[in-house]
Nanobody, 122 residues
Framework: QVQLVESGGGLVQAGGSLRLSCAAS????????VGWFRQAPGKEREFVAV????????SYADSVKGRFTISRVNAKNTVYLQMNSLKPEDTAVYYC???????????????WGQGTQVTVSS
């Protein structure tokens, strides 16, 4: 069992930066890949990024590639999402999720956090 709690969301102007954190409980955290997803009002949940168990392999959605960076520190049971050059279209609730294997399909993920709101003003 893994419990996830996101933090770090907020209101930022376009071009600004935020760093989201996903803190996990449970001794088996390093056995899970962790993904970030987002959902804007009236839109479907969207894959953002994923990181593998050891943190040496990452994958990103085309819409955030080059602007967002996912990382993890297993000793701290934490995954981060550094978001730079934010755009108004990045506005959404951001969720972290854990799965035994990587992928961009949200249905693969067994454990989810409660989400954190990111709002980017123009």
């Amino acid at each position: 069992q893994v419990q996830l709690v996101e933090s770090g969301g907020g209101l930022v102007q376009a071009g600004g930066s935020l760093r989201l954190s996903c803190a996990a409980s449970g001794r088996t955290f390093s056995r899970y890949v962790v993904g970030w997803f987002r959902q804007a009002p009236g839109k479907e949940r969207e894959f953002v990024a994923v990181i593998n168990w050891s943190g040496d392999t990452t994958s990103y959605a085309d819409s955030v590639k080059g602007r967002f960076t996912i990382s993890r520190v297993n000793a701290k049971n934490t995954v981060y999402l550094q978001m730079n050059s934010l755009k108004p279209e990045d506005t959404a609730v951001y969720y972290c999720a854990a799965a035994p294997f990587p992928g961009s399909d949200w249905e693969r993920y067994d454990y989810w956090g409660q989400g954190t709101q990111v709002t980017v003003s123009s």
